[in-house]
């Protein structure tokens, strides 16, 4: 949903291109459902078959991974805080390191396609900014104020949000103007992710085949 959301929006800014972000989300939550529903219904073919290593029956899958919820005992950290709460959150410092790396693209963007008129993806600029941020951070000696697994968790609520507003922003017109190419778009990656799960994936892997072969197909789904 984040590249669809990038390109779809460069697509349509500079390339004319009207519903390019409604047709990168539409994919991107199709993939979602393809990748979690589909997924799930092959890891029980699988276990059903024989071909998994590490669960012979569906119950002895981690009850977390079921259904989401975490007992107590298993619980783990959040990550470390690393700023004291009487001057600023620690979790609200990672927040604020998000934004700003966040708000640095923005910047480079404009600047950019101010002076050379190229409009280059903010997800992009985004990523390569936050190296270079993490890597001034480190040589000012105050690198380690950052925690990774803070910084993780941002990223990971950030893109719940922006799964579920991707969702609901889809707009029917699109999806119907588009109806043909997106089926079978869609169609040929059911088929393809599900023929390489199944038939490539045993020839490529010696050992684990199916656990290695899931794993790629999740990634193929965008999950």
């Known amino acids: ?18 519903g390019a972000v409604g047709i990168g989300v539409t994919f991107a939550t199709i993939g979602l459902l393809v990748g979690i529903v589909g997924g799930m219904i092959n890891i029980n073919i699988a276990t059903r078959l024989g071909s998994t290593r590490f669960t012979k029956n569906i119950n002895e899958v981690p009850r977390e991974m079921r ?12 990550g470390e805080a690393t700023m004291n709460a009487s001057s600023i959150d620690p979790q609200g410092w990672h927040w ?12 480079v963007n404009y600047w950019i396609k101010q002076a050379a ?24 000696g105050i690198g380690h104020y950052v ?19 991707g969702f609901v922003s889809i707009k029917k017109s699109i999806i119907i103007e588009y109806a043909g190419p997106l089926v079978i778009l869609c169609l040929i990656g059911i088929v393809w992710t599900t ?17 290695r072969s899931i794993f790629i197909y ?4 965008g999950v």
């Open 1 to 18: 949903h984040g590249f669809a959301t990038s390109i779809g929006s460069t697509l349509e800014t500079n390339y004319g291109f009207n």
């Open 67 to 78: 259904t989401g919820w975490i007992p107590e005992g298993q619980r783990s950290s959040l």
């Open 96 to 107: 604020c390191v998000v934004f700003l790396v966040s708000g640095f693209a923005y910047l």
């Open 117 to 140: 008129g190229i409009d280059i993806p903010y997800l992009c600029l985004a990523a390569i900014l936050g190296v270079l941020t993490q890597t001034i951070l480190n040589s000012c």
């Open 147 to 165: 925690n990774k697994l803070a910084v993780q968790h941002v990223g990971g609520t950030v893109t719940d949000f922006l799964v579920f507003f």
């Open 195 to 211: 023929f390489q799960l199944w038939i490539l994936g045993p020839m490529w892997y010696n050992s684990y085949w199916f656990e």
């Open 218 to 221: 999740g990634m193929l789904c």
